[in-house]
């Protein structure tokens, strides 16, 4: 059944839709044919009978499938930015900005798994387009956490810069692996238990105004 083709007015014709939810349609559309069927696999014609609309409406919105591809991306690797800059902005507790890092990674798998397999499993990696935007995430979530590390700590940018890669790694590699392996721990736990590794070794580090 074609997503959302919408309700159909008397004539027989698909309601017309915002430019905005049609979008939206069609960015749905074509997120289910590339996870299912890889990139160079997926043809348009595929999104646009998923859709349930013709070709050229799909080319008004998106000129070709490469452009489609990284909306999707865009959409997606804004997400993720935003929920680990919201743990790091949410609370002063340090311990829980830790555990809502690593909770917004596992949260992304977890409810868009589709949506991370489609950032960290593409097939496109070697396109330079695609390979900006997924450096885009982890440098924009190494940002986030590095900011936070500085403010709180005091070390340099460049020791702060290597502690945030750290603990975004291990969140993002725990995160794929726990879905890859079939969710065999349950979410809160695996969260609580990826969050104390990393916490054990940042707590290591006094906040500014502490003695060493």
């Known amino acids: 059944m074609a997503v959302g083709s919408g309700s159909t007015a008397a004539t027989g014709r698909p309601t017309r839709l915002p430019r905005s939810a049609r979008r939206k349609q069609l960015l749905e559309a074509a997120q289910e044919v590339f996870v299912a069927q890889g990139y160079h696999a997926a043809a ?6 998923r859709a349930g609309v013709s070709k050229p409406v799909l080319y008004q919105h998106f000129p070709g499938k490469l452009e489609l591809y990284l909306a999707l991306l865009d959409t997606h690797c804004d997400a993720i930015v935003a929920k680990v800059q919201s743990a790091m902005t949410a609370t002063s507790d340090n311990k829980e900005r ?28 070697n396109e330079p387009a695609v390979r900006e935007r997924v450096e885009r995430v982890e440098s924009g979530c190494i940002a986030a956490i590095t900011d936070t590390i ?11 810069e290597l502690l945030a890669s750290g603990l975004v790694g291990a969140a993002e590699t725990a995160a794929q692996f726990w879905l890859a392996a079939g969710r065999k721990v349950p979410k809160a736990e695996a969260e609580a238990l990826v969050a104390a590794l990393n916490w054990r070794g940042i707590a290591s580090f006094p906040l500014q105004d502490e003695p060493t």
């Open 150 to 160: 500085i403010s709180d700590t005091g070390v340099s940018r460049d020791r702060a």
């Open 44 to 49: 348009m014609d595929d999104i646009a009978e």
């Open 98 to 125: 830790v555990r809502g890092a690593v909770q917004a990674y596992f949260d992304f798998v977890d409810h868009e798994s589709e949506a991370f397999r489609l950032v960290f499993e593409s097939d496109l990696r």
